[in-house]
């Protein structure tokens, strides 16, 4: 069953820190892997997308990298902000045809920001 | 552009209700679908369309219909709603890149079913 599990389940820090979240899937076939970030209240909003050949993408304070071969992801937040308090959603993107369509969502890690 | 909107933002019900939840885009994209997110749990895929006039199922499919007789509409119908049914509905559009689908959510529909 493709799953994908983000850790660790939720994260404080204090403003100006940084902070990297993880996420582990078991999806195959592997066609796209997606960072979002998502407000309370707020539907996700997309931060990252990489294909098999791309390691790493960044997107301002926002990094993450992929190891297609270890089928890891990491989503680094570099000198953090009191806005960046928000659920960081891992979505892995693959099925039995190859296709890009048919997501499989993590659980979410919940990071709270302190100032 | 306004994106991907749904109405209404919330909803209550009572059990055996019917009601429609719906989702617009202005995007022009072909692809659309609508999720649930739980407490503790991932977003759930119910139904997607990869273009007009074309559904299917997702991961979570049981009591809800789905239509789609434009690119830009996209309406979830709950037949006969259940406490179970009680949720956050997200709808999201989106395109295809290469092997990349870029995809846009909405804000959300929160229903309450007693």
């Known amino acids: 069953k493709n799953q994908v599990e983000q850790s660790p389940q939720s994260l404080i820090i204090l403003e100006g820190k940084n902070c990297t979240l993880q996420?582990?899937?078991?999806?195959?076939?592997?066609?796209?892997l997606r960072w979002y970030k998502q407000d309370t209240g707020r539907g996700p909003v997309s931060l990252t997308i990489?294909?098999?050949?791309?390691n790493t993408k960044s997107n301002g304070r926002y990094t993450a990298t992929l190891d297609a071969d270890t089928k890891q992801s990491s989503l680094h937040i570099t000198a953090s902000q009191l806005s960046d308090s928000a659920s960081y959603i891992c979505?892995?993107?693959?099925?039995?045809?190859?296709?890009?369509?048919?997501?499989?969502f993590g659980r979410g890690t919940s990071l709270i920001v302190h100032p | 552009n306004a994106g991907v909107t749904q109405t209404p933002k919330f909803q209550v019900l009572k059990t055996g209700q019917s009601m429609t939840l719906q989702c617009a885009q202005d995007?022009?994209?072909?692809?659309m679908s609508w999720y649930r997110q739980d407490p503790g749990m991932g977003l759930r895929l119910i139904h997607y369309?990869?273009?007009?006039?074309?559904?299917d199922q997702g991961e979570v499919p049981n009591g809800y219909n789905v239509s789609r007789s434009t690119t830009e509409d996209f309406p979830l119908r709950l037949l006969s709603a259940a406490p179970s049914q009680t949720s956050v509905y997200f709808c999201?559009?989106?395109?295809?890149?290469?092997?990349?689908?870029?995809?846009?959510f909405g804000a959300g529909t929160r229903l309450s079913v007693l």
């Open positions: 999201a559009s989106s395109y295809s890149r290469g092997a990349k689908n870029i995809q846009y």
């Open positions: 996420c582990n899937y078991t999806v195959s076939p592997f066609s796209n």
């Open positions: 990489m294909t098999f050949s791309e």
């Open positions: 979505v892995v993107s693959g099925g039995p045809a190859g296709g890009s369509y048919i997501p499989t």
């Open positions: 995007m022009n994209h072909e692809y």
């Open positions: 369309s990869v273009g007009a006039g074309i559904t």
